[in-house]
């Protein structure tokens, strides 16, 4: 099981970002890869999440169950996954908290499992690559703050469509960032 802790920064306060973060379509649209097929009034969604390596794209197929405590902005995530090829899978579980009073603190602390040929590769970087998904999405989230209308309770909390795909030379260069950050650091991701 590999374990993320990480806090964000978004340079807006909670009341503003929540209803963006509380909306499974809008955040499925800020995360890079992402797409949101399906969901059901109990909190389930389905959907699809695609990562390009140079030629090679993997993407899997799952389920997340959501549980929200709007009062205090805190959402529980339970997921599982299938690769296409349906030979690797994965699990994870994990809580997102947004805190703060001018700008937003978002943390997400959870563990995820990955089983069969992408194993070897989540185990080495599967922390660095979770951490380039959250920063490209924590960007995402600001641009969409930043456009016309998005004030709180604005109604008009509409995504984009979809975040750009997370390229490879994104992941690396995130991903490398996130290495070295934790070597000086002196603390090591298990």
């Known amino acids: 099981m590999i374990s993320i802790r990480e806090e964000i920064t978004i340079a807006a306060p909670p009341d503003a970002v929540w209803p963006i973060l509380s ?10 890869g992402a797409t949101l097929t399906k969901s059901d009034d109990k909190g389930a969604y389905q959907g699809t ?3 390009k390596f140079g030629p090679t794209v993997a993407q ?3 389920e997340a169950k959501l549980a929200y405590d709007h009062t205090a902005r805190r959402c529980s995530i339970e997921g599982r996954g299938i690769d296409g090829r349906g030979a690797s899978r994965a699990n994870a579980a994990g809580l997102v908290e947004a805190s703060g009073s001018d700008t937003t603190v978002l943390r997400v602390e959870g563990n995820f499992n990955v089983t069969g040929p992408l194993e070897t590769f989540a185990n080495a970087g599967g922390v660095h690559l979770a951490r380039a998904i959250l920063a490209e999405f924590a ?5 969409l703050m930043a456009m016309p209308g998005m004030e ?4 008009d909390e509409t995504a ?3 975040a750009a795909p997370l390229s490879g030379g994104k992941i690396l260069s995130r991903a490398a960032a996130s290495w070295v950050r934790e070597k000086f650091s002196g603390k090591e991701t298990k």
């Open 23 to 32: 909306d499974p379509a809008v955040v499925a649209a800020c995360i890079p």
């Open 49 to 51: 999440m695609r990562v």
């Open 60 to 62: 899997f197929r799952g």
């Open 139 to 143: 960007e995402n989230v600001a641009k």
């Open 152 to 155: 709180a309770g604005s109604g």
């Open 160 to 162: 984009p469509s979809s």
